[in-house]
């Protein structure tokens, strides 16, 4: 327990003295005053031009951010050698995997939720916002980041950095076409729709948290939905790891 | 940095020059049409349909504000159709096309877009009163400009004239018995003295025409000759003088047969 907070600790200051999250933060501070400027040529649809910006821009950037974060401070660690110096501790690789991702995912939520506030709190001087339509696809969003952290995790421990963030980008992209894929294999014969099926069911499909498009047209969601949506993320979250210790097992050092 | 600047002093002027061709040509801005198609973005926008619809909304706008007054907007319709095929929740781009297009010159797209307008904003009044407008005054579809402003009636942020409308456009129906029935409804129910006002004037005429009709129908069956006009009735007796409404004169159409004021 104690190596695990060690290593969460140490990840989260990694992240926070890397570039990437003052870079972050800037980038955080142009997408506010965007998204204000942007509502003001919108024709009086200031408060929709907001929410719709807000929510896309900081989510895109979160997921940016936590796809390089990802896989640069891991992949950093064994271009440097450190994770040699690692493998000489008793720091079980199951220990040191958890605690990157809850460190990474730690720092990505205090970068997303910094750029929210940013963007929200400041609309918020102007503009009555409507906190309901934009809490929920908030935490839904993180959960997908979440998934996208342990993707990255997983890939860095067989691959190089740069690789590593190139499939996550692409899981990413997968990830939110999964519907399309399976309707373009549907009725196209057994081995494609089987294939079709395959990918839609074994890939992670991150729609399932995209509330972003769907929490105005149904503001009455079952806390069920909710719930089953949480269990799907942490399921998918553990397979990613249990992967990456394999990996990592498997992986002369 | 004298680089930079140099940059920029070039773009500004490739800028001016640009504009300028495109208004020596009389072409309105170019705009990449095909990337308006929905059905194309809706697949490589990896659902992000509602970001999509206000990124259009938004180029919409700068293409119709930013644009040449004096010529067509021709990628208008396909950029508000593209908005809301994108996000059909998007209320107003149906309203603000149903407003400018007739004036494009596109009355029937501005019509199909207060059409898919109305299937998701069901009880918005203007999408149905803008409607009746582009069917009466751009098309001249009186039966359906009635069949809207009926529709409008009652409906949230419907204008109180939408009754009154609704009434002028029944009237220029062959059924003047049921425009009757509309203009006695609302002069026993509105509150609004001049639209009560307004029904009187209407149900005035629509009385004085349908006794006319009949008084002509009667005048053909008793003495056998084809009425042509008004005047023949008080040639013939059946009128003491041309009968005059405060809508204006009438005139007989012999043709349809209906009583109708002066245009």
Same mark, same amino acid.
């Given at each position: 327990?104690?190596?695990?907070?060690?290593?969460?600790?140490?990840?989260?200051?990694?992240?926070?003295?890397?570039?990437?999250?003052?870079?972050?933060?800037?980038?955080?501070?142009?997408?506010?005053?965007?998204?204000?400027? =942007?509502?003001?040529?919108?024709?009086?649809?200031?408060?929709?031009?907001?929410?719709?910006?807000?929510?896309?821009?900081? =989510?895109?950037?979160?997921?940016?951010?936590?796809?390089?974060?990802?896989?640069?401070?891991?992949?950093?660690?064994?271009?440097?050698?450190?994770?040699?110096?690692?493998?000489?501790?008793?720091?079980?690789?199951?220990?040191?995997?958890?605690?990157? =991702?809850?460190?990474?995912?730690?720092?990505?939520?205090?970068?997303?939720?910094?750029?929210?506030? !940013?963007?929200?709190?400041?609309?918020?001087?102007?503009?009555?916002?409507?906190?309901?339509?934009?809490?929920?696809?908030?935490? !839904?969003?993180?959960?997908?980041?979440?998934?996208?952290?342990?993707?990255?995790?997983?890939?860095?421990?067989?691959?190089?950095?740069?690789?590593?963030?190139?499939?996550?980008?692409?899981?990413?992209?997968?990830?939110?076409?999964?519907?399309?894929?399976?309707?373009?294999?549907?009725?196209?014969?057994?081995?494609?729709?089987?294939?079709?099926?395959?990918?839609?069911?074994?890939?992670?499909?991150?729609?399932?948290?995209?509330?972003?498009?769907?929490?105005?047209?149904?503001?009455? !969601?079952?806390?069920?939905?909710?719930?089953?949506?949480?269990?799907? @993320?942490? @399921?998918?979250?553990? =397979?990613?790891?249990?992967?990456?210790?394999? @990996?990592?097992?498997?992986?002369?050092? | 940095?004298?680089?930079?600047?140099?940059?920029?002093?070039?773009?500004?002027?490739?800028?001016?020059?640009?504009?300028?061709?495109?208004?020596?040509?009389?072409?309105?801005?170019?705009?990449?049409?095909?990337?308006?198609?929905?059905?194309?973005?809706?697949?490589?926008?990896?659902?992000?349909?509602?970001?999509?619809?206000?990124?259009?909304?938004?180029?919409?706008?700068?293409?119709?504000?930013?644009?040449?007054?004096?010529? #067509?907007?021709?990628?208008?319709?396909?950029?508000?159709?593209?908005?809301?095929?994108?996000?059909?929740?998007?209320?107003?781009?149906?309203?603000?096309?149903?407003?400018?297009?007739?004036?494009?010159?596109?009355?029937?797209?501005?019509?199909?877009?207060?059409?898919?307008?109305?299937?998701?904003? #069901?009880?918005?009044?203007?999408?149905?009163?803008?409607?009746?407008?582009?069917?009466?005054?751009?098309?001249?579809?009186?039966?359906?400009?009635?069949?809207?402003?009926?529709?409008?009636?009652?409906?949230?942020?419907?204008?109180?004239?939408?009754?009154?409308?609704?009434?002028?456009?029944?009237?220029?129906?062959?059924?003047?018995?049921?425009?009757?029935?509309?203009?006695?409804?609302?002069?026993?129910?509105?509150?609004?003295?001049?639209?009560?006002?307004?029904?009187?004037?209407?149900?005035?005429?629509?009385?004085?025409?349908?006794?006319?009709?009949?008084?002509?129908?009667?005048?053909?069956?008793?003495?056998?000759?084809?009425?042509?006009?008004?005047?023949?009735?008080?040639?013939?007796?059946?009128?003491?003088?041309?009968?005059?409404?405060?809508?204006?004169?009438?005139?007989?159409?012999?043709?349809?047969?209906?009583?109708?004021?002066?245009?």
């Amino acid at each position: 327990m104690k190596a695990l907070i060690t290593v969460i600790h140490l990840t989260l200051l990694q992240i926070i003295k890397s570039k990437i999250f003052y870079l972050s933060l800037v980038l955080s501070l142009f997408l506010a005053v965007a998204v204000i400027l =942007f509502s003001d040529i919108s024709l009086g649809q200031n408060i929709r031009i907001i929410q719709n910006f807000g929510l896309a821009g900081t =989510f895109l950037l979160a997921v940016l951010i936590s796809i390089l974060a990802s896989a640069n401070i891991i992949g950093n660690e064994q271009q440097r050698g450190n994770i040699y110096l690692l493998k000489t501790k008793p720091v079980a690789d199951l220990t040191y995997i958890t605690g990157k =991702f809850l460190g990474l995912t730690f720092g990505l939520l205090i970068i997303y939720l910094f750029s929210f506030l !940013l963007v929200f709190a400041g609309a918020s001087i102007f503009y009555e916002i409507n906190t309901t339509q934009i809490i929920a696809p908030f935490v !839904l969003s993180f959960l997908e980041i979440a998934i996208l952290i342990a993707v990255a995790v997983l890939f860095s421990s067989f691959s190089t950095a740069l690789f590593a963030s190139i499939l996550t980008l692409a899981i990413f992209f997968l990830g939110h076409s999964l519907d399309l894929i399976r309707s373009a294999t549907t009725d196209s014969g057994f081995f494609l729709e089987s294939v079709g099926q395959l990918v839609y069911y074994t890939l992670p499909n991150l729609e399932k948290f995209n509330l972003r498009e769907t929490i105005s047209n149904l503001p009455n !969601l079952p806390t069920t939905y909710y719930w089953w949506t949480v269990i799907y @993320a942490s @399921a998918y979250i553990i =397979f990613c790891l249990c992967l990456s210790v394999i @990996a990592s097992n498997k992986r002369e050092w | 940095m004298i680089f930079l600047f140099t940059g920029v002093v070039a773009q500004i002027a490739s800028d001016n020059l640009f504009n300028q061709a495109l208004r020596e040509a009389r072409v309105q801005q170019i705009l990449p049409t095909n990337f308006f198609d929905s059905s194309v973005l809706k697949k490589i926008n990896l659902n992000f349909n509602k970001a999509t619809a206000d990124y259009i909304w938004l180029s919409t706008i700068q293409y119709f504000g930013g644009g040449n007054p004096n010529l #067509p907007y021709e990628s208008l319709s396909q950029m508000l159709f593209t908005v809301v095929e994108l996000d059909p929740k998007f209320e107003y781009p149906y309203l603000f096309g149903g407003i400018i297009l007739p004036w494009q010159n596109e009355p029937e797209a501005g019509l199909r877009l207060l059409d898919k307008g109305q299937k998701h904003f #069901p009880n918005n009044g203007l999408l149905y009163y803008y409607a009746g407008f582009i069917a009466k005054l751009n098309l001249n579809d009186s039966e359906r400009a009635a069949g809207y402003f009926q529709t409008a009636v009652g409906k949230k942020d419907t204008p109180p004239a939408a009754r009154l409308l609704a009434g002028i456009s029944l009237s220029s129906l062959d059924d003047k018995q049921f425009a009757k029935t509309w203009w006695e409804g609302v002069l026993e129910s509105e509150e609004n003295e001049s639209i009560k006002e307004r029904a009187r004037v209407w149900l005035d005429y629509l009385n004085t025409t349908i006794e006319l009709e009949k008084i002509i129908q009667l005048a053909q069956q008793q003495t056998g000759q084809k009425i042509s006009s008004l005047q023949d009735l008080v040639e013939l007796g059946y009128l003491i003088k041309l009968p005059q409404t405060e809508l204006g004169e009438l005139e007989y159409d012999a043709l349809t047969g209906r009583v109708d004021k002066v245009n």
